[in-house]
């Protein structure tokens, strides 16, 4: 006879309730029964107190499926199916059950349901206790493409600062949030919440603020989700399931290469594979294929592989294989050498090559892929993609073949490969001054309005600083720096938190037209730049580091490995993994994300003078090119990870003295992917009439003036000439343009319209504090009577208003046009300029002219 349903429950509850400790009050069960394929779990309460926010956990034998839940929504990862319910049985009454809305799932073979957890406790009542309920959970719903987490705190305290880390399938994208902000890496959405439900009061939800955002595909589920890096569900972490089928394919006398089954993720998802040889650590890889080195020949060897997840959780180790490394007497003969190597494809920073196999009487092995002396690959088949390289650098690849006896054979014949440019044409860098929105009012939505957005390749945001005490990448502060410009401590912890992510934007000054709530986590010029780079895709945006005032200690971070390595993690990790410090409630992990798409070094000066007070070391040229180094290997070792290349690029000097003292041009050349060269401020008067008070000059002329009184002088061309004899490729070199320009007064007249001529002191500026300095349009709307003169022989721009008057050097549409017609004839790669408030598209489009 068949028990019906009711009776079979009964008697599973019994079952469970004999084996429940006497401890166990607030404890859920869960009992399921199967009708085909269609499963129903029980869930009853058989303590004294209601329990609440309970989550249901089980697998299934691989290759089946769930769906079609009812009461609540499921979510499978592999063979693991998570259940969440509906909140009308989100609380089960003291000795009461789930029914008769008890969770339904269909799954897609009739199979029984095993490793049944509900709460982090066994389903049945046996085992430990179920862990404290987690701090915050979140239920994540999805109707189309229209999604929504609402997150709860469970505990008996308020909750800040919380933030979601959620993963979402290959080629599925979020955005549009609502009560929230979402940034995405690869598959990885960070959201974080507005102001207003940042905090969730105990026992409550975020409710009727929850975050609601977008997705790019209908129905679209999270594979895994964390809320404050705990399982959204609530449940405890798992490691992943142990990597299966551990073989040896290939060996050698030194090496054994060994693949493996991808392992099943548990809680996160897989980001690599530990491999030991016995119990010590051989290797850490990405994939499932891994060649160990450095053995002893006719040799037993046994490995083991384990897989590792985002938070680092190791699985169970796989079972070990046992390989017994080559007796290198049995053979000593080398394969043939490989033919034809070639390259078949590249891009800016990688180079696929290609070869004829070897021969080898006892078999090939592997080809090792040399890149000058250098092994940067070592592949059993012959082709290879190679990676991390740098934009317009030429690079020397050969090819050896290693036989199962570790015979090497000669190198192939080396072939030249030189990567593509970094952009298509030429270059147009811009800086962008973060102090810009006050008395100049420029925002980043004039980028826009004025034109420039849609001409410009890059945008530099000038400036980020250095911590004094701290020496790391300095955020999350507003701080002004000293009004007189020769304090050495000027700077010092300077910074403006508020205008780079806590103010918010009008309506009128946002680029989209939508005003800043107040609210948002991302505001200010950061969040303008997220706009900006939507409406236009093309545009790459960099921090730049330094400048004039904030280089002080920039010797101090270089000085040391450790320094070096502890600076640059800080800068990536603010700037990059945009995990900016809290300020006045805006901020935290992962709100800045996306803003920037690398980093602009502007040390100003290794070696050499700079501002006053700047730290000056006689090792600065030599660890100017470690930093520049080290930058380069944390950004390529992040682009592993997020499959994003990063960008880096430096401000270097215009004066030979400078280059000399501080930077070694072939050294950094490969770590960089573009150099933007001074091509200004080569004369002027100081706003506290110190440099060059008493005698006029050009700040930016392309050649050198016939009629300069000085020896040496200097001039834009005479510049890009130390970079190219120093082997630099020109496809690496921007030149600098003033937007702005330096002014006299009282300069007497003669020579050629007060050209070279004495003068007394700086000029009236556009602001009382920059003396001698005026944005191009200020100059040419706020100096009556300033006539304009070409000096055609040094191609430099200059305006004079009579004797005893004003004489002002500047960049204007005409000396754009000649340089930007010399930069192509020198085949440079584009133009830099200092920056973008001073002209309101007049200039932007001579250079955009001139470029075409």
Same mark, same amino acid.
């Given at each position: 006879?068949?028990?019906?349903?009711?009776?079979?429950?009964?008697?599973?509850?019994?079952?469970?309730?004999?084996?429940?400790?006497?401890?166990?009050?607030?404890?859920?069960?869960?009992?399921?029964?199967?009708?085909?394929?269609?499963?129903?779990?029980?869930?009853?309460?058989?303590?004294?107190?209601?329990?609440?926010?309970?989550?249901?956990?089980?697998?299934?034998?691989?290759?089946?499926?769930?769906?079609?839940?009812?009461?609540?929504?499921?979510?499978?990862?592999?063979?693991?199916?998570?259940?969440?319910?509906?909140?009308?049985?989100?609380?089960?009454?003291?000795?009461?059950?789930?029914? =008769? &809305?008890?969770?339904?799932?269909?799954?897609?073979?009739?199979?029984?349901?095993?490793?049944?957890?509900?709460?982090?406790?066994?389903?049945?009542?046996?085992?430990?206790? =179920?862990?404290?309920?987690?701090?915050?959970?979140?239920?994540?719903?999805?109707? /189309?493409?229209?999604?929504?987490?609402?997150?709860?705190?469970?505990?008996?305290?308020?909750?800040?600062?919380?933030?979601?880390?959620?993963?979402?399938?290959?080629?599925?994208?979020?955005?549009?949030?609502?009560?929230?902000?979402?940034?995405?890496?690869?598959?990885?959405?960070?959201?974080?919440?507005?102001?207003?439900?940042?905090?969730?009061?105990?026992?409550?939800?975020?409710?009727?603020?929850?975050?609601?955002?977008?997705?790019?595909?209908?129905?679209?589920?999270?594979?895994?989700?964390?809320?404050?890096?705990?399982?959204?569900?609530?449940?405890?972490?798992?490691?992943?399931?142990?990597?299966?089928?551990?073989?040896?394919?290939?060996?050698?006398?030194?090496?054994?290469?060994?693949?493996?089954?991808?392992?099943?993720?548990?809680?996160?998802?897989?980001?690599?594979?530990?491999?030991?040889?016995?119990?010590?650590?051989?290797?850490?890889?990405?994939?499932?294929?891994?060649?160990?080195?450095?053995?002893?020949?006719?040799?037993?060897?046994?490995?083991?592989?384990?897989?590792?997840?985002?938070?680092?959780?190791?699985?169970?180790?796989?079972?070990?294989?046992?390989?017994?490394?080559?007796?290198?007497?049995?053979?000593?003969?080398?394969?043939?050498?490989?033919?034809?190597?070639?390259?078949?494809?590249?891009?800016?920073?990688?180079?696929?090559?290609? *070869?004829?196999?070897?021969?080898?009487?006892? !078999?090939?092995?592997?080809?090792?892929?040399?890149?000058?002396?250098?092994?940067?690959?070592?592949?059993?088949?012959?082709?290879?993609?190679?990676? !991390?390289?740098?934009?317009?650098?030429?690079?020397?690849?050969?090819?050896?073949?290693?036989?199962? &006896?570790?015979?090497?054979?000669?190198?192939?014949?080396?072939?030249?490969?030189?990567?593509?440019?970094?952009?298509? !044409?030429?270059?147009?860098?811009?800086?962008?001054?973060?102090?810009?929105?006050?008395?100049?009012?420029?925002?980043?939505?004039?980028?826009?309005?004025?034109?420039?957005?849609?001409?410009?390749?890059?945008?530099?945001?000038?400036?980020?600083?250095?911590?004094?005490?701290?020496?790391?990448?300095?955020?999350?502060?507003?701080?002004?720096?000293?009004?007189?410009?020769?304090?050495?401590?000027?700077?010092?912890?300077?910074?403006?938190?508020?205008?780079? &992510?806590?103010?918010?934007?009008?309506?009128?000054?946002?680029?989209?037209?939508?005003?800043?709530?107040?609210?948002?986590?991302?505001?200010?010029?950061?969040?303008?730049?997220?706009?900006? +780079?939507?409406?236009?895709?093309?545009?790459?945006?960099?921090?730049?580091?330094?400048? $004039?005032?904030?280089?002080? %200690?920039?010797?101090?971070?270089?000085?040391?490995?450790?320094?070096?390595? @502890?600076?640059?993690?800080?800068?990536?990790?603010?700037?990059?993994?945009?995990?900016?410090?809290?300020?006045?409630? %805006?901020?935290?992990?992962?709100?800045?994300?996306?803003?920037?798409?690398?980093?602009?070094?502007? *040390?100003?000066?290794?070696?050499?003078?700079?501002?006053?007070?700047?730290?000056?070391?006689?090792?600065?040229?030599?660890?100017?090119?470690?930093?520049?180094?080290?930058?380069?290997?944390?950004?390529?070792?992040?682009?592993?990870?997020?499959? @994003?290349? &990063?960008?880096?690029?430096?401000?270097?000097?215009?004066?030979?003295? +400078?280059?000399?003292? /501080?930077?070694?041009?072939?050294?950094?050349?490969?770590?960089?992917?573009?150099?933007?060269?001074?091509?200004?401020?080569?004369?002027?008067?100081?706003?506290?009439?110190?440099?060059?008070?008493?005698?006029?000059?050009?700040?930016?002329?392309?050649?050198?003036?016939?009629?300069?009184? %000085?020896? =040496?002088?200097?001039?834009?061309?005479?510049?890009?000439?130390?970079?190219?004899?120093?082997?630099?490729? =020109?496809?690496?070199?921007?030149?600098?343009?003033?937007?702005?320009?330096?002014?006299?007064?009282?300069?007497?007249?003669? /020579?050629?319209?007060?050209?070279?001529?004495?003068?007394?002191?700086?000029?009236?500026?556009?602001?009382?504090?920059?003396?001698?300095?005026? /944005?191009?349009?200020?100059?040419?709307?706020?100096?009556?009577?300033?006539?304009?003169?070409?000096?055609?022989?040094?191609?430099?721009?200059?305006?004079?208003?009579?004797?005893?008057?004003?004489?002002?050097?500047?960049?204007?549409? $005409?000396?754009?046009? +000649?340089?930007?017609? $010399?930069?192509?004839?020198?085949?440079?790669?584009?133009?830099?300029? $200092?920056?973008?408030?001073?002209?309101?598209?007049?200039?932007?489009?001579?250079?955009?002219?001139?470029?075409?």
């Amino acid at each position: 006879m068949r028990r019906s349903f009711t009776s079979l429950i009964a008697v599973l509850l019994l079952m469970a309730l004999s084996t429940l400790p006497a401890n166990a009050a607030g404890r859920l069960l869960a009992a399921v029964t199967l009708s085909g394929t269609n499963a129903t779990f029980l869930v009853s309460n058989p303590g004294t107190a209601a329990v609440s926010g309970w989550t249901l956990v089980f697998e299934l034998p691989a290759g089946v499926t769930a769906s079609s839940p009812q009461n609540g929504s499921i979510r499978q990862n592999g063979t693991r199916v998570t259940f969440t319910p509906a909140y009308y049985i989100d609380t089960v009454q003291a000795g009461r059950n789930t029914e =008769p &809305y008890s969770p339904k799932v269909t799954f897609s073979s009739a199979v029984q349901p095993t490793s049944c957890t509900i709460n982090g406790a066994n389903c049945d009542g046996t085992g430990g206790e =179920p862990p404290p309920a987690a701090p915050l959970t979140a239920t994540y719903d999805v109707a /189309g493409t229209s999604a929504k987490f609402v997150v709860a705190n469970n505990g008996t305290t308020p909750i800040t600062n919380w933030s979601i880390v959620f993963d979402l399938p290959a080629g599925v994208t979020a955005g549009n949030a609502q009560n929230g902000a979402i940034s995405q890496s690869g598959r990885t959405v960070t959201l974080t919440p507005a102001h207003y439900n940042g905090t969730i009061a105990a026992g409550r939800t975020t409710e009727p603020y929850s975050p609601t955002f977008t997705v790019s595909t209908s129905g679209a589920e999270p594979t895994s989700c964390r809320v404050n890096d705990v399982n959204c569900d609530g449940t405890p972490d798992t490691p992943p399931g142990a990597p299966g089928n551990l073989r040896s394919p290939v060996k050698t006398t030194r090496t054994v290469s060994l693949a493996w089954n991808a392992a099943t993720p548990g809680s996160l998802p897989i980001t690599g594979y530990e491999v030991y040889n016995g119990t010590a650590s051989a290797a850490t890889v990405s994939g499932t294929e891994a060649t160990v080195t450095g053995l002893t020949p006719n040799t037993s060897y046994t490995f083991t592989v384990k897989a590792k997840d985002r938070k680092g959780t190791l699985s169970a180790a796989s079972a070990p294989v046992t390989v017994v490394t080559n007796n290198p007497a049995n053979d000593t003969q080398p394969p043939t050498v490989p033919g034809n190597l070639r390259s078949t494809a590249k891009t800016n920073s990688t180079v696929t090559l290609a *070869w004829d196999a070897s021969t080898d009487n006892t !078999g090939v092995a592997n080809y090792d892929v040399l890149n000058g002396t250098t092994v940067v690959a070592t592949v059993t088949g012959t082709t290879t993609v190679v990676t !991390g390289l740098s934009p317009s650098t030429e690079y020397a690849f050969s090819v050896r073949a290693r036989d199962s &006896y570790d015979n090497l054979s000669a190198a192939s014949t080396v072939v030249r490969v030189t990567t593509s440019d970094l952009v298509d !044409g030429h270059a147009r860098v811009a800086y962008f001054v973060q102090w810009g929105i006050y008395g100049r009012q420029y925002f980043v939505k004039n980028i826009d309005t004025t034109g420039a957005a849609a001409k410009l390749t890059h945008i530099n945001y000038a400036f980020g600083n250095i911590d004094p005490v701290n020496l790391t990448c300095l955020q999350g502060v507003t701080k002004g720096t000293t009004s007189n410009p020769q304090d050495p401590n000027q700077g010092d912890g300077a910074g403006d938190a508020e205008a780079d &992510y806590a103010r918010p934007f009008s309506s009128g000054q946002s680029v989209d037209g939508v005003a800043d709530s107040g609210w948002d986590k991302l505001q200010g010029n950061f969040n303008q730049f997220k706009k900006l +780079k939507v409406k236009h895709p093309h545009l790459k945006v960099l921090i730049s580091l330094g400048g $004039w005032t904030f280089s002080k %200690y920039f010797s101090d971070v270089a000085a040391t490995d450790a320094a070096r390595k @502890k600076f640059v993690s800080s800068c990536i990790d603010i700037y990059i993994k945009g995990n900016l410090p809290l300020y006045n409630g %805006y901020g935290g992990p992962g709100t800045g994300l996306g803003v920037f798409d690398g980093i602009d070094l502007d *040390w100003e000066w290794p070696g050499a003078e700079g501002h006053a007070g700047n730290h000056i070391g006689p090792n600065d040229k030599a660890n100017n090119t470690l930093l520049i180094a080290e930058f380069r290997r944390q950004l390529d070792a992040l682009s592993a990870t997020t499959g @994003k290349r &990063y960008l880096l690029t430096s401000f270097t000097p215009a004066d030979p003295v +400078k280059i000399a003292a /501080g930077w070694d041009l072939r050294a950094i050349a490969g770590d960089l992917d573009m150099m933007n060269i001074q091509g200004y401020d080569f004369h002027g008067a100081g706003s506290d009439n110190s440099w060059e008070p008493n005698r006029t000059g050009h700040q930016a002329n392309l050649h050198l003036d016939t009629d300069s009184p %000085y020896n =040496p002088d200097f001039s834009l061309e005479k510049a890009v000439d130390v970079y190219l004899n120093a082997g630099v490729n =020109p496809r690496k070199l921007n030149v600098g343009l003033a937007y702005y320009g330096r002014g006299w007064k009282e300069v007497a007249a003669g /020579g050629k319209n007060g050209e070279w001529q004495t003068a007394n002191g700086a000029a009236q500026g556009q602001f009382p504090e920059e003396a001698g300095n005026r /944005g191009y349009s200020n100059l040419v709307a706020g100096v009556p009577g300033c006539t304009v003169y070409h000096d055609v022989q040094a191609v430099a721009t200059y305006c004079y208003t009579g004797a005893n008057g004003q004489w002002w050097s500047f960049d204007d549409a $005409w000396s754009i046009g +000649k340089k930007a017609a $010399w930069l192509r004839s020198k085949n440079l790669l584009g133009a830099m300029i $200092w920056e973008l408030s001073g002209d309101t598209g007049v200039l932007t489009t001579a250079l955009d002219t001139g470029l075409r």
